[in-house]
């Protein structure tokens, strides 16, 4: 994710009045970190989160939610920013320790100096939360639950490969990640970027088309390569030898 530009840092603090809180397409990007002794839940992406003291929010522009007090009190630092190539959603407990680096990002944006420089320190706050926390969930992900979150992404793909105008952009859109998001899912599960995934499945059957009685040209379409040329060139990448030595060296072992 690309930060663009910070427009706001606040300490924000409400007494109920504008709760319960349904919104339909957050105009921005956001971090929120619960401070103050408020609680609450949140609605999101199909799943209820507590909100209390310690719990940091990433939320993504154009995100759809809803929040409840428990207690009729909210009090939270909010950092509001433009960016590009946005990544998941988080919700992640227990970052009190990340009060500090908040505060200071509200410090600087409070002080507002003559120049600009003021918003890269904010953003550079930003960032050092952003890595922190992602870190954390990457760490507190065990194994299965990061190929779960990969089931959607297989099954698109197989059911898919064969269609040349598969874009792992396009993927990682459907599924509300970024793409280097993605490809680092995908090595951490597969040992692979999604692309090499893709390949291999369009490998694997233009294997099986090369072994019927079909041109080099039209197996490479149907297994969902643009042309020959580019077809030979990677299947040669990855067997080592061309489609047409393949073939030959299938059908002397017949």
Avoid at 50 to 61: I, K, M, S
Avoid at 76 to 85: G, I, K, T
Avoid at 99 to 114: N, S, Y
Wanted: net charge negative; glycine share 8%; proline share 3%.
């Amino acid at each position: 994710m690309v930060i663009q530009s910070i427009l706001q840092v606040d300490l924000y603090e409400n007494f109920g009045d504008a709760y319960p809180l349904n919104k339909t397409h957050r105009d921005q990007c956001g971090l929120i970190l619960h401070v103050g002794g408020g609680s609450g839940k949140m609605e999101l992406a199909g799943k209820t989160y507590a909100l209390h003291d310690g719990v940091f929010t990433f939320l993504r522009e154009g995100e759809k939610y809803r929040i409840t007090l428990d207690n009729d009190y909210i009090k939270c630092y909010v950092l509001n920013f433009r960016a590009s190539d946005m990544e998941d959603f988080i919700v992640q407990e227990n970052c009190d320790d990340l009060v500090d680096t908040f505060a200071e990002a509200h410090r600087l944006w409070m002080r507002r100096r003559e120049d600009e420089y003021f918003r890269y320190d904010c953003m550079s706050a930003a960032y050092r939360m952003l890595a922190e926390v992602r870190r954390r969930v990457d760490r507190a992900a065990p194994p299965m639950r990061k190929k779960e979150r990969l089931a959607p992404a297989i099954e698109f793909l197989h059911d898919n490969y064969t269609d040349g105008g598969v874009r792992i952009a396009e993927l990682a859109e459907r599924l509300g990640m970024s793409e280097r998001y993605l490809s680092r899912l995908f090595d951490e599960v597969y040992g692979m970027p999604p692309k090499r995934y893709l390949t291999e499945l369009r490998i694997k059957y233009a294997k099986e088309l090369l072994g019927d009685d079909i041109s080099i040209g039209d197996a490479a379409l149907k297994a969902g390569f643009c042309d020959a040329s580019h077809f030979t060139r990677i299947f040669r990448e990855v067997c080592g030898v061309s489609p047409g030595e393949y073939r030959r060296a299938q059908n002397k072992t017949e």
